[in-house]
């Protein structure tokens, strides 16, 4: 944590102004009149963010200079004379010109890269291995077959075109954002890197095409060499697609619509390898970005991975990027041309700002420095089905000590010429990578205003609260996540902040300023569009809680048993619904190893991204209980021993473990002690219990109904068509029961679908047409199918 004025927030992050160019609407004056009596919210520590791992880079983490202190932020948006070299009147009105034109830029002109790609080993091999190519053929003809991956080829980056295209998209953002700030605490370990020639690779989680723009711009506001960003787009116009592999975009090949139809020509894997090769030969930079949901993106990592192997590239220095929204701009999954693209653009500059953006550069870490030195362990990733399995069909209490494989992560047509195993050493290191970063990248991520309001709403108060009662939950929720240290992207008076967030938020909520009332009452639209944008913009603050969240469902699954076996609970006044009305008594006592068995078994059931993928999943589900003691929810119990504890005279011999396994502690040379647990009989331990229940209860319902609707589908079918009908089944489902729309998003569809193929209960079937899909006939049985919903809908808290 580094100490700051107390005015250093209100300062650095001030909260952009609510627009005055409309006349303000009723709930917003009451909300106004209702806030002026809000103390002001003063910040007075700011956590640092994006360390390298203690773990897999200490190395790299000992290089850290100059992140002891804390040097702002920075707003790009904010554009004026003192940002150039020139001063008076004509200088105000054309700053942005000026300061853009100061810019440094590096030059990357592509020249005889194309030749260089051509003579390269691996795309000779590729050509030689097709049908249509004969053996020794002339330059001339590998040209000729190459001519679809030319133009990709000769991706280039010409500083006026860099310039111009700069000072629109500067432009641009002022239309859409309020102000994007950058963190400028990493920058000069940016600088320093890339002094010293360090190959720099920025990786970003994708979450709108806003990102792919993000990045270089802020790299050339700063003086950095802009990277060649790797763009998942379908662009159709050739005069779009030019200009953008001139500032050195590089794009998806006509004719493949999404990466997944790229990556099915094996010459585009080979050609795009090479590419990187020479990309990194010329000391230029990289951009990817990678997604959590399928993993596409990661196969740029694996390339990379790959040639630091053959010793083509003697390094990179990787550089996690977490970028936050407080409104991310719906531009998610679309194929962009002329005809789309100026709607799009109209759409985006007509509407008034749409909140601030917060860029966060994480400290730069060696890839060769991870993948050598064996600290990045994979030796104990085991199927799903092996880990889960036993529990769910056999009622086993014990699970299966490893990590789950997420072998899907990293398409496997690109190690299908070299790895014939599908779990082969090499593929999982490089499926730990990808893991590795879409982590670090998300907890560089801060938690915007609008994403503690949305979880807010949606995990404590989702019958509606008032606005003095939302203050105070959003006080008390802000220190939890600074204690968990995970910088926040607002500052200012803490009514400044409430009122920006539900101004925001407001075309989702629902307002009620009633005339006989001075504080409004705000209650989520009860709308799939409405549940969406609320449930997207509280993911980041359920990725800060997800040690209580699953050390949460835990409790709630053991509960749920001590329930369904006839043992009797206290309690005062019941539940209402998902909001606890008095306080809740529970006379049970949990027992820890249970308990740490419920929170193992739950960790396997984790979509990519919320583990450390360098922490043993025994040891997060140790560390998941621990937490609910120190959120004091749980209250731990020593078991009365024989032998006092304090008496280690009469011990027997202690039982020592090796030094070399970094998942053991210092204390593991002596004796576990049991310990069992009672939940809080405090007033505000129910509800504190069910907010940390619900952040998951979206995604383990998707789970739930998902498996209901395995007894109704036709299979097989193609996988994009089982994931189709199931996503329908989701809707229809929350349509019926008119709430948990959380759980009806396309990603939360395909989650679970991907999870249900891990746990067996899916078979994969390849054919030409494509993957197939078929229930298993382990699960055609109506038996193992209720099982499986059991053990799921067990960790529902409701």
């Given at each position: 944590?580094?100490?700051?004025?107390?005015?250093?927030?209100?300062?650095?992050?001030?909260?952009?102004?609510?627009?005055?160019?409309?006349?303000?609407l009723s709930w917003e004056l009451k909300i106004k009149k209702t806030l002026k009596l809000v103390p002001p919210f003063l910040g007075k520590f700011r956590?640092?963010?994006?360390?390298?791992?203690?773990?897999?880079?200490?190395?790299?983490?000992?290089?850290?200079?100059?992140?002891?202190?804390?040097?702002?932020?920075?707003?790009?948006?904010?554009?004026?004379?003192?940002?150039?070299?020139?001063?008076?009147?004509?200088?105000?009105?054309?700053?942005?010109?000026?300061?853009?034109?100061?810019?440094?830029?590096?030059?990357?002109?592509?020249?005889?890269?194309?030749?260089?790609?051509?003579?390269?080993?691996?795309?000779?091999?590729?050509?030689?291995?097709?049908?249509?190519?004969?053996?020794?053929?002339?330059?001339?003809?590998?040209?000729?077959?190459?001519?679809?991956?030319?133009?990709?080829?000769?991706?280039?980056?010409?500083?006026?075109?860099?310039?111009?295209?700069?000072?629109?998209?500067?432009?641009?953002?002022?239309?859409?954002?309020?102000?994007?700030?950058?963190?400028?605490?990493?920058?000069?370990?940016?600088?320093?890197?890339?002094?010293?020639?360090?190959?720099?690779?920025?990786?970003?989680?994708?979450?709108?095409?806003?990102?792919?723009?993000?990045?270089?711009?802020?790299?050339?506001?700063?003086?950095?060499?802009?990277?060649?960003?790797?763009?998942?787009?379908?662009?159709?116009?050739?005069?779009?697609?030019?200009?953008?592999?001139?500032?050195?975009?590089?794009?998806?090949?006509?004719?493949?619509?999404?990466?997944?139809?790229?990556?099915?020509?094996?010459?585009?894997?080979?050609?795009?390898?090479?590419?990187?090769?020479?990309?990194?030969h010329e000391g230029q930079a990289l951009s990817v970005g990678v997604s959590a949901e399928s993993g596409r993106g990661g196969q740029w990592l694996a390339r990379i991975r790959q040639l630091i192997k053959e010793g083509s590239v003697p390094d990179v220095s990787l550089v996690p990027v977490g970028i936050s929204y407080d409104c991310v701009p719906k531009t998610k999954n679309i194929q962009v041309g002329l005809s789309s693209l100026l709607p799009l653009l109209w759409s985006l500059l007509w509407r008034r700002p749409g909140g601030g953006v917060r860029i966060h550069f994480a400290q730069p870490f060696s890839l060769k420095e991870m993948c050598e030195s064996g600290r990045c362990r994979v030796d104990e990733w085991l199927p799903l089905q092996d880990l889960l399995l036993p529990v769910i069909l056999d009622n086993r209490t014990n699970s299966v000590f490893g990590r789950r494989r997420m072998s899907w992560l990293l398409p496997s047509s690109h190690y299908a010429s070299e790895l014939k195993e599908p779990t082969h050493p090499e593929r999982d290191l490089?499926?730990?990578?990808?893991?590795?970063?879409?982590?670090?990248?998300?907890?560089?991520?801060?938690?915007?205003?609008?994403?503690?309001?949305?979880?807010?709403?949606?995990?404590?108060?989702?019958?509606?609260?008032?606005?003095?009662?939302?203050?105070?939950?959003?006080?008390?929720l802000t220190e939890e996540v600074l204690f968990r240290n995970k910088d926040v992207g607002f500052g200012g008076s803490l009514a400044e902040v409430i009122h920006y967030s539900l101004s925001l938020l407001a075309p989702h909520l629902i307002i009620a300023a009633v005339p006989s009332s001075k504080d409004p009452f705000i209650v989520p639209r009860p709308s799939l569009a409405a549940t969406l944008h609320l449930t997207f913009q509280a993911q980041i603050v359920t990725h800060t809680f997800i040690l209580e969240a699953v050390g949460a469902c835990a409790v709630s699954a053991m509960l749920c048993e001590v329930a369904s076996s006839g043992v009797t609970m206290v309690r005062s006044s019941g539940v209402d619904g998902k909001e606890v009305k008095d306080d809740m008594e529970f006379d049970v006592v949990l027992c820890q190893s249970e308990l740490t068995e419920r929170a193992l078994q739950l960790c396997h059931l984790l979509p990519p991204g919320f583990m450390p993928p360098c922490q043993s999943s025994q040891s997060f589900a140790l560390d998941a209980v621990d937490s609910l003691v120190r959120c004091g929810i749980l209250i731990m119990e020593e078991i009365p021993r024989e032998v006092p504890k304090c008496d280690v005279w009469k011990k027997d011999a202690l039982t020592w473990t090796t030094s070399d396994d970094p998942y053991n502690s210092d204390s593991d040379c002596e004796e576990q002690d049991l310990h069992s647990y009672k939940i809080s009989q405090s007033s505000q331990c129910p509800e504190m219990l069910f907010f940390l229940c619900s952040?998951?209860?979206?995604?383990?319902?998707?789970?739930?109904?998902?498996?209901?609707?395995?007894?109704?589908?036709?299979?097989?079918?193609?996988?994009?068509?089982?994931?189709?009908?199931?996503?329908?089944?989701?809707?229809?489902?929350?349509?019926?029961?008119?709430?948990?729309?959380?759980?009806?998003?396309?990603?939360?569809?395909?989650?679970?679908?991907?999870?249900?193929?891990?746990?067996?209960?899916?078979?994969?079937?390849?054919?030409?047409?494509?993957?197939?899909?078929?229930?298993?006939?382990?699960?055609?049985?109506?038996?193992?199918?209720?099982?499986?919903?059991?053990?799921?809908?067990?960790?529902?808290?409701?």
């Open positions: 944590m580094v100490h700051e004025k107390n005015d250093g927030i209100n300062k650095e992050i001030a909260v952009p102004p609510f627009p005055q160019n409309r006349p303000a956590p640092i963010v994006g360390q390298c791992c203690h773990q897999c880079t200490p190395d790299s983490l000992s290089k850290k200079t100059g992140q002891n202190f804390f040097l702002g932020f920075h707003d790009l948006l904010n554009v004026n004379e003192t940002h150039t070299r020139y001063r008076g009147w004509l200088v105000r009105r054309v700053c942005c010109v000026l300061f853009v034109s100061g810019c440094k830029v590096y030059a990357s002109p592509a020249n005889n890269r194309l030749e260089r790609v051509c003579q390269s080993n691996r795309v000779k091999e590729a050509l030689t291995a097709e049908h249509n190519a004969p053996e020794g053929g002339d330059s001339r003809g590998q040209i000729n077959r190459l001519s679809p991956f030319l133009p990709l080829i000769n991706t280039c980056i010409i500083p006026s075109l860099l310039r111009f295209v700069g000072w629109v998209v500067l432009k641009m953002f002022a239309s859409i954002f309020d102000s994007i700030q950058v963190n400028l605490n990493h920058l000069p370990a940016l600088h320093r890197a890339s002094q010293e020639g360090s190959l720099l690779v920025y990786v970003y989680v994708r979450q709108s095409i806003m990102d792919c723009a993000l990045i270089p711009l802020v790299l050339l506001c700063h003086n950095l060499r802009v990277p060649y960003t790797v763009s998942p787009l379908q662009i159709n116009s050739y005069s779009l697609r030019s200009i953008m592999q001139k500032v050195g975009v590089v794009l998806l090949p006509p004719s493949a619509v999404t990466e997944q139809d790229a990556e099915l020509d094996s010459l585009y894997s080979t050609v795009m390898t090479s590419l990187v090769r020479e990309l990194l490089s499926i730990a990578i990808i893991l590795h970063l879409i982590y670090s990248a998300t907890s560089c991520m801060a938690v915007m205003s609008t994403s503690l309001v949305s979880s807010l709403l949606l995990y404590r108060r989702r019958k509606g609260t008032s606005t003095s009662l939302l203050c105070r939950d959003v006080a008390w952040m998951l209860s979206g995604h383990l319902r998707t789970l739930c109904w998902a498996t209901t609707k395995l007894d109704l589908l036709h299979t097989p079918l193609l996988e994009a068509e089982f994931v189709a009908q199931i996503h329908s089944h989701l809707c229809d489902t929350a349509s019926k029961k008119k709430q948990h729309y959380e759980s009806c998003s396309e990603e939360a569809a395909h989650t679970a679908v991907r999870t249900l193929i891990d746990l067996g209960v899916l078979l994969e079937e390849h054919h030409k047409e494509g993957v197939f899909l078929d229930v298993s006939p382990l699960f055609q049985l109506s038996d193992n199918r209720k099982k499986l919903h059991r053990f799921i809908s067990h960790y529902l808290y409701n």
